[in-house]
Structures are given as C-alpha cells and as structure tokens.
C-alpha cells in the first residue's frame, strides 16, 4: 500500500512486560506500528525464570534485531544428554554443532541469556524504537463494543498506582493479553475456565553455582531419569551457573523446600556436594500445568503465550512456544496493517495456534516430563523411540539434523495467507 493510503488501526495495547509482551512490542515498534505496555508492575520481573530458548524461537530474536546481542552476553548449548540416576552415564544424547549451528546462515541451537537480562534488553529495544511502556499500570478489566456507530475499538480498565478513584478507560484497535498463567484478560473472556490439568508433582528450580563440566565432564543440558530424584542441570551463564531443577514431595511450605535443599543436592548431584561446594542464589518451588485456553481470540481481543496456554517445562517448550506465538501473531497484524490480510487472519491464527499445542507442544512436553521421571530408568532406553533415534544420529548426521529441526514444526507461516498482490 502507498505510504499515504490510511491504516486498517492505530494502536496495540499489550497487556505484560514480560518476554512475550516486550518481543511483540518490539517488532511491532520497530515496523512503526503504535505499540503500548501496560505492566501492573513497577519493574520487570526479577525472579529466576527460563533461560532457555529452543530453535524454534531463534529467527524471532532475529527479526527482532536482537541475535547478536544475545548471543554476545549469553550462550548457546551444544550438547544435551539423559543419565543414569545411580553411575550418571549417558543414556542418550545429541551435540548439535555440527547440524544445527550454520542452517541456512542461521545458527539455529538452543540459545541462552537469563531471562531478566533478555527482559531488560527487548525493554530498551522497544522504547528505542518508539514503543511505550507504562508500569505501576494495573489492568483489572477487559472489553470490546462493536456498535458501527462508535468504532470498532477493545479497551481496558487500568488501575494507576497513585491515582485514587475509579479505574481509566484507555482504548486500542486490539488488545493483546501477554500477562501470563493468571492473565486477567483471558479471565475476563473466559472466566475460570482454561481447560486442563495440573501435574501431581512438585518441582524445585533453583539457580545455583557448580562446577558440573570442570568436575564432571558433564554437557550443556543433563536430565537425570529417576521416579523421584529426577533432575536437571543446565548451563546459564559462563561461569558455571547451572539451572538444577528437581522433583521433591508436594504439599510442602517454601520453607521446607529450602530446609530440605542441601540434602537433596548432596543426594543427586555428582560428587555428592556440601553446602560449601557450591552456592545456590535462588529456590522457586513450582506447580507445572498443561493448559490451554477456548480461544485465542474473540473480536479485538488475542491472547498469547502463557496467557493462552501453558505446559511443564521440561524441555522448554512453554517459552519457546510463547514467542512462537507473538512471531505468528506479529506476522497477521502486520498483514492487516499493510493491507494484506483479512482480519479474519486474526481467526486463523488462533485456530493454529491451538493446533500446534495440541499437536506438538502439549504431548512432546508431556512425553518429555515422563522420560525424564520414569519408574524404570534402566529400562527406559528400550522402550523410548526418541532416545533410539538419538542413539542412531551419533554416527548419522542427515538423522540428526532431521530429528532436531523437527521441532520447527511448532512454527506455523501465517504469510503464506496474505493476498496476492
């Protein structure tokens, strides 16, 4: 379209500034589409969360502008592997540097950076390049009038952090729920429902310094398979930071969690550790979910990301699924913006975002929590086509490439739909 043609809209308003709000704020910012945050918050998130990011998320930071800084700061992981519980020798296991590292031009392994520091950077990005973000702007409510007469327009309740009385209206053409696994967007579209189920388990992450490589000879990514002394230990940062995420008994306080912590690192970690062998910066218990909302969009209104759907994090799937997600949905309004999409696109990209959970997403992250929590570990290997064809990859690179660059298929191309011009 000219440059003088009117637009479709003119506003986004994202509710969270967390990864999913800022990533979709950030590409919208930087294809001049007006682009607004409302966080609750008065700052991001500082708690210890994901930090790692599966292939299937890497050409979004690409597009984002983004790569090169991440990788400068953070890591990429090259080899992932599951181990004996008793001797921790490799059950199966992939070094993807050979397949994945130059696919196309594009390094396409798991890439690292700590989510708050990934946070931090995509928050500068945006307002950079002139998108808005508010915090201390709590969203308490959601709606929409289509009435021809007044506009088409979504708007939100904001509560403001030191402004007294009523809540302000503040309007968009869309509104886009990113403010996560208790999103009050989706709540207001849905209520309590988001159908599901959450595991009867208790896992424990923390972020904690241990020599695992220097000591141990361990890889990037090790999963631990036991029925109750699971675990994993992956690399963060260069200097042996490892995200150790373990199964422990429910029910418990914090408290206890923390209480009970140098015992169990000293029972399943290698070396068997005192507490003055490493040191642990945070303890986070965790409930884990497989969830997925009715919808993805009704009318003006889109949810995404963990705000649309959740699953354990055993594999990484939840936040690689979520910026997945905001690339897809960055790609329909795009469309819509130049003119080259229906907004019926909009309808589209939630019937295949729910697809791909459904299909790829929910069972791959299922199956990958029960792999690395099986009643027989020493049988696992026998009965796990996965780990056979991992097994079969190590001397078949084609296999390998193939096995791992399956995982693509959580992407969805919602280009493919644009009018022909």
Same mark, same amino acid.
């Given at each position: 379209?000219?440059?003088?043609?009117?637009?479709?809209?003119?506003?986004?308003?994202?509710?969270?500034?967390?990864?999913?709000?800022? =990533? =979709?704020?950030?590409?919208?910012?930087?294809?001049?589409?007006?682009? &607004?945050?409302?966080?609750?918050?008065?700052? =991001?998130?500082?708690?210890?969360?994901?930090?790692?990011?599966?292939?299937?998320?890497?050409?979004?930071?690409?597009?984002?502008?983004?790569?090169?800084?991440?990788?400068?700061?953070?890591?990429?992981?090259?080899?992932?592997?599951?181990?004996?519980?008793?001797?921790?020798?490799?059950?199966?296991?992939?070094?993807?540097?050979?397949?994945?590292?130059?696919?196309?031009?594009?390094?396409?392994?798991?890439?690292?950076?700590?989510?708050?520091?990934?946070?931090?950077?995509?928050?500068?990005?945006?307002?950079?390049?002139?998108?808005?973000?508010?915090?201390?702007?709590?969203?308490?409510?959601?709606?929409?009038?289509?009435?021809?007469?007044?506009?088409?327009?979504?708007?939100?309740?904001?509560?403001?952090?030191?402004?007294? !009385?009523?809540?302000?209206?503040?309007?968009?053409?869309?509104?886009?729920?990113?403010?996560?696994?208790?999103?009050?967007?989706?709540?207001?579209?849905?209520?309590?429902?988001?159908?599901?189920f959450t595991w009867d388990a208790q896992i424990i992450a923390t972020n904690t310094f241990y020599d695992f490589e220097g000591k141990f000879g361990w890889h990037d990514a090790n999963f631990i398979v036991h029925p109750e002394n699971f675990f994993m230990?992956?690399?963060?940062? &260069?200097?042996?930071?490892?995200?150790?995420?373990?199964?422990?008994?429910?029910?418990?306080?914090?408290?206890?969690?923390?209480?009970?912590?140098?015992?169990?690192?000293?029972?399943?970690?290698?070396?068997?550790?005192?507490?003055?062998?490493?040191?642990v910066l945070t303890v986070s218990p965790y409930k884990m979910h497989q969830r997925c909302a009715p919808k993805f969009r009704v009318g003006r209104i889109l949810l995404a990301a963990d705000a649309a759907h959740l699953c354990n994090p055993w594999g990484?799937?939840?936040?690689?699924?979520?910026?997945?997600?905001?690339?897809?949905? +960055?790609?329909?309004?795009?469309?819509?913006?130049?003119?080259?999409?229906?907004?019926?696109?909009?309808?589209?990209?939630?019937?295949?975002?729910?697809? &791909?959970?459904?299909?790829?997403?929910?069972?791959?992250?299922?199956?990958?929590?029960?792999?690395?929590?099986?009643?027989?570990?020493?049988?696992?290997?026998?009965?796990?086509?996965?780990?056979? =064809?991992?097994?079969?990859?190590?001397?078949?690179?084609?296999?390998?490439?193939?096995?791992?660059? !399956? +995982?693509?298929?959580?992407?969805?191309?919602?280009?493919?739909?644009?009018?022909?011009?």
């Amino acid at each position: 379209m000219s440059d003088t043609a009117p637009r479709p809209f003119n506003k986004v308003l994202i509710v969270g500034a967390g990864p999913s709000g800022l =990533l =979709l704020a950030l590409l919208l910012a930087k294809h001049s589409i007006p682009v &607004k945050i409302l966080e609750a918050a008065s700052q =991001l998130d500082q708690q210890p969360r994901a930090a790692h990011y599966g292939t299937p998320a890497i050409p979004e930071f690409i597009r984002a502008g983004i790569i090169d800084q991440m990788r400068a700061n953070g890591l990429i992981l090259s080899t992932m592997c599951w181990r004996d519980p008793d001797d921790h020798k490799i059950i199966a296991g992939f070094n993807a540097s050979k397949v994945l590292s130059d696919v196309d031009g594009q390094d396409l392994r798991t890439h690292c950076y700590v989510l708050q520091d990934l946070d931090e950077l995509m928050l500068k990005e945006v307002r950079k390049a002139g998108g808005e973000v508010e915090f201390d702007a709590e969203v308490v409510g959601v709606g929409q009038d289509e009435n021809a007469e007044v506009g088409r327009r979504a708007w939100v309740e904001v509560k403001r952090k030191g402004k007294s !009385g009523e809540a302000e209206r503040e309007e968009a053409d869309y509104v886009v729920g990113c403010d996560g696994a208790n999103s009050i967007v989706r709540r207001s579209l849905f209520g309590d429902e988001f159908p599901g189920f959450t595991w009867d388990a208790q896992i424990i992450a923390t972020n904690t310094f241990y020599d695992f490589e220097g000591k141990f000879g361990w890889h990037d990514a090790n999963f631990i398979v036991h029925p109750e002394n699971f675990f994993m230990a992956a690399r963060i940062t &260069k200097d042996n930071l490892y995200r150790i995420t373990y199964g422990e008994t429910p029910g418990l306080t914090k408290e206890e969690y923390i209480a009970r912590q140098p015992a169990k690192f000293e029972q399943i970690l290698p070396g068997h550790p005192k507490p003055d062998e490493y040191k642990v910066l945070t303890v986070s218990p965790y409930k884990m979910h497989q969830r997925c909302a009715p919808k993805f969009r009704v009318g003006r209104i889109l949810l995404a990301a963990d705000a649309a759907h959740l699953c354990n994090p055993w594999g990484g799937l939840g936040i690689t699924g979520g910026f997945v997600d905001i690339g897809g949905l +960055f790609d329909c309004l795009v469309g819509i913006w130049e003119n080259r999409a229906d907004e019926d696109i909009l309808d589209l990209y939630s019937e295949k975002r729910i697809e &791909k959970w459904k299909t790829v997403i929910n069972p791959i992250s299922q199956e990958n929590f029960r792999r690395v929590s099986d009643k027989n570990p020493k049988t696992r290997f026998e009965r796990d086509e996965f780990m056979q =064809l991992l097994k079969k990859g190590e001397t078949d690179e084609k296999l390998l490439k193939d096995l791992l660059l !399956g +995982f693509m298929e959580v992407r969805y191309d919602f280009t493919q739909h644009y009018k022909t011009k």
